[in-house]
């Protein structure tokens, strides 16, 4: 194990109950990710989560996040959460850590339960299964007001529970039990109400009968609950408490031996938990290809260029990457001019300058309105195709060229592909506008279009287009704009942007085909809106593989953040993010995580 992953909330405030993670190495530096800001939220029950827990299932290789379906920030308060709560747990699950299945909601808690909190799961060995334990308040004969105890019950899938039994009972309320296997032992930590303290259990089974571990620094504690344990790469084992009464979130307990209770209280300056005061979570450990692919995926901060741009394109060439933008900010999307930003990590971009204006006489044909422009590479040459008016008002495509993929670029005379052109084709497009440029083997298209989406086949110089080869492309579902291919295992996979980019609900399309030219089949968006994280208008995008490991990143717009910036004109006032974008088992694009 390379490394531990934090799952937690962080209290009572807008959001914060809500799903969080940070990274550890040793188990006592933490380092929140995606900024600090949550990466889950739910939108089932009541919106909100607390005391997330994380599980592996090594047969099926898959993770399981469940949580408390729970948030008091909602204004109910703890007598009506404790006594006509949910009812319900909240479960994720997901290969990978990064992307995740869309939330569930399953009901375990018993007919009389007023709530089911803090759950956690342990995989039982003899029955194969996984025992899921949680606190629920029930009154029962001979109570006056009823209590919390600890119920369990059976899952193989998180998804088919056996039927809740009570698994914990104690002369006052038990919540925020926590178990550990060592050694064929099993040690269990739970907020005792009777003493008001952490106590310490053992047992040879988990339906066995457990026995008290005395703790002297335990029983010295007030004011704690929701505990986890954890072993150290040292072999030590750092059990975790949450400090909830001084509101000062998680502190670290450290032992040597489980079986003996006797826990040292580490000084402050020998650990950090990161931005982010924790609350109520779980820790699991993890290898390290996981470490890097979490920390690699949400060590990434959007929007990745400073400054308004929209209609992206990425591509990597030699090892850097660059970025070649609309420059936004203009009224009616006006501006006039084209810079590049590169990277050697994909990370910090820096602007490398001015590229073209094409209201100058850098481009003779052209009046204005720089818009979507995307890049080519071929036998050293760099094709730069990008969008403008003609003094007709009309759109069209132009093309210049550079020996540099920073330039200087040289415009043709003429404009690539105007929409006379098109309609000669008969192809009923509104707009000659955002193109995208697909190559295969020593051939070069361009896809372009707006209502309509339409590939052209290029000439060897890239510079003109072979005649009559302006043909629709079929199938792509409420298409509007910036169609873009990538073939890969032998399918052609299509996405496109639906909905008009003032719009909110901008978004990106996915589908695949068997010929370049189509029929696409529509299966799913892969980029939307995502209205909690203040995540509006997502689309005009461009994919890169960026190596030969088979990795592959998108780059996209969204309204700028945050979105009360700009009361008006949202569409022109855009920014520009990356994201990893990921294939899975069955060789199709996951929906893209977007990254805060």
Not at 128 to 136: D, N, P, R, T, Y
Not at 285 to 304: G, H
Not at 433 to 453: A, C, H, K, M, V
Not at 469 to 490: Q, W
């Amino acid at each position: 194990m390379a490394g531990y992953l934090f799952v937690h909330f962080i209290g009572e405030q807008k959001h914060g109950e809500q799903v969080y993670f940070s990274l550890s190495r040793d188990g006592l530096f933490w380092k929140d990710l995606n900024a600090g800001k949550p990466i889950l939220y739910s939108n089932l029950g009541q919106l909100g989560v607390r005391d997330p827990f994380m599980i592996r299932d090594e047969e099926n290789e898959k993770f399981y996040l469940i949580a408390t379906d729970l948030r008091i920030e909602a204004g109910k308060g703890w007598k009506a959460a404790q006594e006509s709560g949910s009812k319900d747990l909240i479960v994720w699950e997901s290969k990978d850590l990064v992307h995740w299945s869309e939330e569930r909601s399953c009901k375990v808690g018993v007919a009389q339960a007023g709530c089911v909190w803090a759950p956690e799961a342990i995989y039982d060995r003899e029955r194969k299964e996984f025992l899921v334990f949680f606190a629920s308040k029930t009154k029962t004969e001979g109570e006056v007001s009823g209590k919390h105890k600890i119920y369990a019950t059976y899952t193989k899938d998180f998804r088919t529970f056996s039927e809740t039994f009570l698994y914990i009972e104690k002369e006052k309320d038990i919540i925020d039990t926590t178990i550990i296997e060592e050694k064929g032992k099993y040690y269990r930590f739970s907020k005792d109400e009777t003493t008001g303290k952490i106590q310490m259990e053992y047992s040879d089974s988990l339906m066995g009968v457990f026995k008290p571990i005395e703790s002297e620094t335990l029983m010295k504690l007030n004011g704690v609950e929701g505990p986890e344990c954890f072993q150290r790469p040292d072999g030590s084992w750092c059990l975790m408490v949450d400090r909830f009464a001084e509101q000062k979130g998680y502190l670290p307990l450290m032992i040597n031996h489980l079986a003996d209770g006797d826990f040292q209280i580490i000084p402050d300056s020998e650990f950090n938990l990161g931005i982010t005061k924790k609350r109520h979570g779980g820790i699991l450990k993890l290898k390290e290809e996981e470490y890097e692919r979490l920390e690699k995926a949400y060590s990434r901060q959007n929007p990745i260029l400073s400054g308004l741009y929209a209609d992206p394109d990425i591509a990597v060439f030699d090892g850097t990457y660059y970025i070649y933008p609309t420059t936004d900010g203009f009224n009616g999307w006006s501006g006039t001019t084209f810079s590049v930003f590169s990277s050697k990590d994909g990370l910090n971009f820096k602007n490398r300058g001015q590229i073209l204006d094409v209201a100058s006489d850098d481009v003779a044909w052209a009046v204005g309105s720089a818009w979507a422009p995307c890049i080519a590479k071929k036998n050293e040459k760099y094709y730069f195709y990008f969008c403008a008016k003609q003094d007709n008002g009309i759109s069209a495509i132009g093309v210049a060229v550079a020996d540099s993929p920073i330039g200087p670029f040289y415009a043709e005379k003429k404009p690539l592909i105007t929409i006379e052109m098109v309609r000669k084709a008969n192809v009923p497009m509104g707009q000659t506008i955002d193109p995208s440029i697909y190559q295969e083997g020593e051939r070069t298209w361009l896809l372009f279009g707006n209502g309509f989406p339409a590939i052209t086949e290029l000439e060897t110089d890239l510079l003109h287009i072979v005649p009559n080869s302006i043909r629709t492309i079929e199938g792509a579902k409420d298409f509007r704009e910036a169609i873009t291919v990538l073939k890969r295992n032998g399918k052609y996979h299509f996405t496109w942007s639906c909905d008009d980019t003032g719009s909110e609900n901008y978004h990106v399309n996915y589908g695949i085909a068997d010929q370049l030219f189509g029929p696409i089949t529509f299966l799913y968006p892969i980029l939307e809106k995502q209205p909690k994280k203040g995540i509006l208008g997502t689309g005009h995008h461009s994919i890169t593989k960026i190596s030969e490991q088979d990795e592959y990143c998108i780059a996209y717009h969204r309204f700028a953040t945050p979105t009360d910036r700009y009361p008006e004109g949202k569409g022109y006032h855009r920014e520009v993010c990356l994201a990893p974008l990921h294939f899975s088992e069955d060789g199709l694009i996951q929906k893209v995580e977007q990254i805060d």
